[in-house]
């Protein structure tokens, strides 16, 4: 398959999340999670065309629904612990024979809004490599420890930094960064910065509450 679009909306879906089971079909305020980041590649759409990858054949089921967006159901081998998001890019990149700019979405940041993905495709199209959402994290370094509980308190730093943490939200790169880089967490990588109010990773049940709440007020 040879696509017209020169961005490709990425939204991955592995069945095998330990944490919070089956939670890309949870009911996130009375909708499926994933089905709140494919419905905004759907609004994008004049952007650029969106695959699911998933070794789930529920959620492919469920998203199939969708006109024009693509199902692929990912090899087992990439569906493990050990498979990264770049292994992942890459096999779409060589299966579909795809040119271009690939955005990664994970279904599991749903406050992400438009704004963000736009800002994001607007910086790898000003000349950036590869692009990586993050958030400002609400602490001063210095009164950060690096001890672990029961031991004494150690500093991070004696001096007050910044510190910024990648929220998951939106990953972008251009298929040739992609074919050449093992990671996006490497200084070839340029950051936009989203508010920590958007910016939750959905790994536990709380986390998954919390989303519900701050979706509801925005």
Known sequence: MIFKDEILF????RKGSKRLKG???????KKPLILWTIEQT?????????????????????CSKYKNIIINKRPNYL???????????RYLIKKYQFRGYLILLQPTSPLKNDEDIINGIQLLKQGNKAVMSQNKIQYNSAKLGVNKS????????????????PNGAFFGASHKWILENKSFYSNTVTTYEMPLERSIDIDFEYQFKLAEILARNK
């Open 10 to 13: 990425v939204i991955p879906a």
């Open 23 to 29: 939670k890309n079909l949870k009911n996130f305020n």
């Open 42 to 62: 759907v609004r994008l759409k004049s952007y650029g065309s969106t695959i699911v990858t998933s070794d789930d054949d529920a959620v492919l089921k469920r």
């Open 79 to 89: 569906s493990s612990d050990n498979a990264s998001l770049i292994d992942v890019l």
């Open 150 to 165: 029961g031991k004494k308190f150690k500093k991070l730093s004696n001096i007050s930094y910044e510190i910024y943490s």
